[in-house]
């Protein structure tokens, strides 16, 4: 199942913070100082986004798109669509010694150790409930 993406650079934020007000306040135009007052919080919430998305995209690359040797290989089947989307951003944001394996390989390590103490609990429930005798 693929997600919309939707692209929010086209998008007045000033316009619909003004149009959002006049709707609480029809009778009252908003004041000068507090239309400088959002813009700016706007300007700066824009500028942390795109340093923190910066980083992110940095991060994103040094965690997932470094060579991962993989020493003893095991076959695992996936859908085609999936294939197909991984091995486009291998072989376009990837380097060239980064295989579709590796950032497989490389993506599931880091999904089960940041879900370790969920899949955990869910492993002893699993267990609890297969040693009662009932």
Known sequence: MSKKIINTDDIDEKALLASIYAKKNPDRELPKAEVEEIQDRENLKTKDSVRRKRKDSDDYRTTFLNRNELKNRRCVYI??????????????????DISIGGYVDTVLSQHLETNKDVINELYRRQRDKGDLIV
Do not use: C
């Open 79 to 96: 859908s085609s669509e999936l294939h197909e989307v991984v091995q486009k951003i291998v072989r376009s944001i990837g380097s060239n």
